[in-house]
């Protein structure tokens, strides 16, 4: 039982009682008691979650008065759950936060868990098209050779003179850009756009991030719903081998699995190395091209490879919708299958709602923007519950 002394959510996340990250996760909890995902039960963990109510200190009286007005499931012998309950199972409940790009411990076996969940085997060496497109083996990628001179920034010279230098590679082997074909955008400045959440067992995951520069078609709404490739911009000494960005390209690519509505090619790069992710069937698919080690390919075929999954994999829809009939057995059916299995664990049990708490923190400008997209991605039929 509480202690008398503790009166309030917030002065039991102040002493430490329970972790400030499960505040938030009474929703999972009530379900976990019996309770359905219903109207009702939604309204309940917005009243009690709601941030104003619970910073001002919502009493443990007034908790209490909310779930009791939940009805527990038909047939169910469970009475209506106390706070005391629920705060217990709250301690149980543990939620694990990373970022991208920055190191923690364990954060590559909360990698591997995520993968696990979206029925991801891991990585395997990928295999090239058996042919190209006619001409393409005529043209050639110009390595960039552009790295900062004496008073020049680091900023300054990725910000602006790597994305143009790819989109020039990319014209050169037919992609359209602009009208009609695609838009290569900075999104540096959208720091956690591809942040996701997922659950394994008890614990909730959540990461946080996003990537530098992305391909979409051109005319889309929101750049993370629509991702064809993503780029990011690596300095040649943090871009050594692909144990050195495999983790955070693994993250980008679940990023836009649980983001977009269409799979999209990670790419790492400091424009003359390239390490390339593709989902794929119940796997991940890489290609890198350091020299003199295993399963290298040229850089070229690397740039080959980015241009044939625009022109002959990606749709040039800006609306496309996961849920669209895709030719079985096409290549775009093959990549489709890891977001398909994204777009289910978003759906399953609390998993929308995890998704959502990941945009509420997002900064006030980017937040509708990132909810709508998220509502979007998840698609369902019954969104009663969140009203």
């Given at each position: ?9 917030s002065?039991l ?5 329970i972790p400030e ?9 009530l379900?976990?008691l ?10 309940a963990?917005?009243?009690?979650t ?14 209490n008065?909310?779930l ?6 038909q ?7 106390k706070l ?7 301690r ?9 790009s ?8 909360a990698?591997?868990?995520a ?12 295999t ?34 790597l994305p ?5 590679a ?5 992609v359209p ?12 400045n ?7 959440a ?11 991030g ?8 051109h005319?889309a ?6 991702t ?5 911009w690596?300095?040649?000494s ?21 983001n ?5 090619l990670v ?11 593709q ?9 890198h ?20 999954h625009?022109l002959?994999?990606?749709?040039r ?9 895709v030719?079985e ?15 289910k ?7 929308l ?16 923007e ?14 009663s519950?969140?009203?």
């Amino acid at each position: 039982m509480l202690c008398c002394s503790m009166t309030t959510v917030s002065e039991l996340v102040d002493k430490g009682d329970i972790p400030e990250e499960c505040k938030d996760n009474v929703k999972r909890v009530l379900h976990d008691l019996g309770y359905a995902a219903s109207r009702a039960v939604g309204k309940a963990f917005l009243k009690i979650t709601k941030k104003d109510m619970t910073d001002a200190g919502m009493s443990i009286a007034d908790a209490n008065a909310i779930l009791a007005e939940v009805e527990p499931l038909q047939g169910s012998t469970t009475e209506s759950p106390k706070l005391d309950e629920i705060l217990g199972l709250l301690r149980a409940k543990k939620v694990q936060e990373y970022t991208f790009s920055q190191s923690k411990t364990g954060k590559d076996t909360a990698v591997a868990a995520a993968m696990t969940a979206l029925g991801l085997t891991g990585l395997a060496p990928g295999t090239l098209p058996r042919r190209w497109a006619r001409g393409w083996n005529q043209k050639h990628f110009a390595l960039f050779a552009k790295w900062p001179a004496v008073g020049q920034t680091y900023e300054n010279i990725y910000a602006t003179q790597l994305p143009n230098h790819f989109v020039e590679a990319l014209t050169i082997f037919d992609v359209p850009m602009g009208v009609g074909g695609f838009d290569f955008k900075d999104v540096r400045n959208y720091n956690n756009r591809l942040s996701f959440a997922c659950t394994t067992g008890a614990s909730t995951i959540m990461f946080k991030g996003g990537t530098d520069a992305v391909v979409i078609p051109h005319g889309a709404i929101t750049w993370q719903g629509q991702t064809r490739v993503l780029f990011d911009w690596k300095r040649p000494s943090e871009l050594q081998s692909v144990e050195s960005v495999v983790t955070q390209a693994q993250l980008e690519l679940m990023g836009a699995l649980f983001n977009s509505r269409h799979p999209a090619l990670v790419v790492f790069t400091d424009g003359v190395n390239l390490v390339i992710l593709q989902p794929w069937g119940c796997a991940v698919q890489y290609w890198h091209t350091f020299p003199n080690t295993d399963d290298c390919i040229s850089v070229d075929d690397a740039i080959r490879l980015i241009a044939h999954h625009l022109l002959h994999i990606s749709s040039r829809n800006a609306a496309f919708n996961h849920l669209d009939s895709v030719p079985e057995g096409s290549e775009l059916a093959m990549e489709l299958a890891p977001l398909l299995a994204a777009k289910k664990e978003l759906g399953e049990a609390e998993g929308l709602n995890v998704q959502l708490q990941v945009d509420q923190d997002l900064p006030a400008n980017d937040r509708f923007e990132a909810v709508s997209n998220t509502i979007l991605a998840w698609r369902q039929p019954d969104l009663s519950y969140f009203i």
